[in-house]
């Protein structure tokens, strides 16, 4: 059994400005946060989607500044009937889904030993002749946002369950192994754009961050992507040139970290494509969109 197996709810406490560990004041700012959005008739106001949780992450984002909480959450809705979020959750396909793992693998993949979900990017397989042979930026950015919508609905939701309390928040492996600037500079505008949409539209979804395998001149680089990223998130990740197996080994358990990064996991078919993870065999249709014929562009 995995350390976030054993995770036991009763010994469980709640981070600050989490439900269940919120100051008296953040308490009422929440109250009123809630009874303004769900009256304004300006508001797509969803109980199901503007849960307290979810109400808490943009005040978080926020230091809960009330003015500043309301001005994000309205554009994230402005955001989202903009660029079709509902559609793509309904109907997006993405059948180059293998095609696509050849050339840049992001992929989810079991949980840390807090029970978070893996998130793990691969840049040192970029090659984007092929990759944009096979895709565009426009559908891997539609990709990306059914992928937070996954993570939010399904993903969350079983590892929460898994480890008997609230998982909000994801652990990401970022690996630079053989990257070099000019693939970065390729990449830029979607991964710009990428995380644009994570800091956001869905904010605090960030639990731990892991750079690794980072090259010499990747403090060029950094210096670049940091002014896409506020100080809170810019604070969450750490790089590393080498040595990595270990700092992550104690993060991940051995069986669920993928052997090429120093643990034991080795799925059938590879980890990058299996969808392993609590998520997978709760909700079983889940991944059933990665495999149909693509219908939405």
């Known amino acids: 059994m995995s350390q976030a197996a054993a995770a036991s709810s009763s010994t469980y406490q709640p981070p600050p400005g989490r439900l269940g560990n919120l100051s008296q004041k953040e308490q009422g700012i929440l109250e009123i946060f809630r009874t303004d959005l769900s009256s304004d008739p300006n508001f797509p106001w969803t109980p199901a989607r503007h849960d307290d949780a979810t109400l808490l992450r943009f005040l978080r984002a926020r ?34 889904k293998e095609e696509v793992n050849k050339y840049y693998p992001q992929y989810y993949h079991k949980t840390d030993k807090e029970g978070r979900p893996i998130y793990i990017e691969v840049l040192g397989k970029l090659d984007f002749t092929k990759l944009y042979a096979v895709t565009t ?6 990709r990306l946002v ?39 500079y390729r990449v830029k505008n979607y991964v710009s ?30 210096s670049v ?51 392993e993870g609590p998520w997978k065999h709760r909700h079983p249709a889940s991944s059933s969109a990665d495999a149909a014929p693509s219908t939405s562009s």
């Not at 892991?210 to 001149?217: G, W």
Request: hydrophobic residues 35%.
């Open 225 to 275: 992507v940091k002014r896409w990223l506020d100080e809170v998130t810019v604070a969450k990740i750490q790089i590393m040139s080498n040595g990595h197996k270990e700092v992550l080994l104690k993060q991940i358990d051995a069986e669920n970290l993928p052997s090429e990064f120093g643990g034991n996991c080795k799925c059938e078919g590879g980890c990058s494509l299996s969808d």
């Open 63 to 96: 230091k809960f500044d009330l003015a500043k909480s309301k001005e994000m959450i309205h554009a994230a809705e402005k955001w989202r009937k903009d660029f079709g979020v509902d559609d793509i959750v309904k109907s997006f396909q993405f059948p180059e």
């Open 193 to 222: 754009q990428a995380s644009a949409i994570g800091q956001n539209y869905y904010p605090e979804c960030m639990g731990k961050f892991y750079i690794i395998n980072a090259p010499y001149l990747f403090t060029t680089v950094w």
């Open 137 to 142: 930026e426009d559908r891997l950015l539609k």
């Open 146 to 184: 059914l992928e937070y919508e996954r993570f939010l609905t399904e993903r969350l939701p079983a590892t929460s369950e898994m480890v008997g309390h609230p998982v909000e928040t994801s652990c990401t492996i970022l690996d630079l192994n053989n990257v070099g600037l000019g693939n970065f």
